[in-house]
């Protein structure tokens, strides 16, 4: 058999690349439903006696994730690297865990090098939210303490862009 013949036979057909393109793109951009919301964000417990309430005066957003979940773990990232860019201008991020134990949090988040606080979701906090029926879910608050957008799956840089950085005034990323 020539070479020639072995190519054609190896090269894929359009159908094949735009399926490839679709699940690379789906991967790194996953969809994610967006709701504009306004209403109150509820005073729920975040740490060692810090209450959401105390974080009024920034831009907070409250993410609800799983170790065990690979999106959520696959969204780590850029919420990180936003975090580091925008923590400047006012932006704070808390990252409640469903798991149940602490040790797995802590571990896991210390592994990664993740500098954000990521407490275990209080019994009754995803209520006080209306309830998280899927994993990840993202509350984006503003300065006010009013949940504005509620992401529903996979946070990325450029979504935290769209949404947050109304919200956090004239103020550049840290490079």
């Known amino acids: 058999m020539k070479t020639r013949e072995i190519l054609k036979k190896l090269r894929p057909s359009p159908v ?22 306004s209403r109150a964000a509820p005073d729920v417990p975040v740490m060692d006696g810090q209450r959401l309430a105390d974080l009024r005066g920034q831009v907070v957003l409250v993410n609800f994730w799983a170790t065990w979940c690979p999106y959520c773990r696959h969204e780590m990232p850029a919420m990180q690297s936003f975090y580091d860019d925008y923590r400047h201008c006012g932006f704070e ?60 799956g996979q946070v990325h840089y450029a979504r935290l862009e769209k949404l947050v950085t109304p919200l956090l005034g004239a103020c550049s990323p840290r490079s």
């Open 93 to 152: 991020i808390v990252a409640f865990s469903v798991d149940e134990a602490a040790e797995t949090v802590t571990r896991f988040m210390r592994d990664k090098g993740y500098g954000f606080p990521a407490p275990l979701a209080a019994p009754g906090v995803t209520a006080a939210f209306g309830g998280v029926d899927r994993l990840p879910t993202s509350y984006v608050i503003d300065r006010e303490g009013r949940i504005r957008h509620k992401v529903s």
């Open 16 to 37: 094949t690349l735009i399926l490839l393109g679709l699940i690379v793109y789906l991967w790194f951009r996953p969809p994610a439903w967006v709701d504009d919301l």
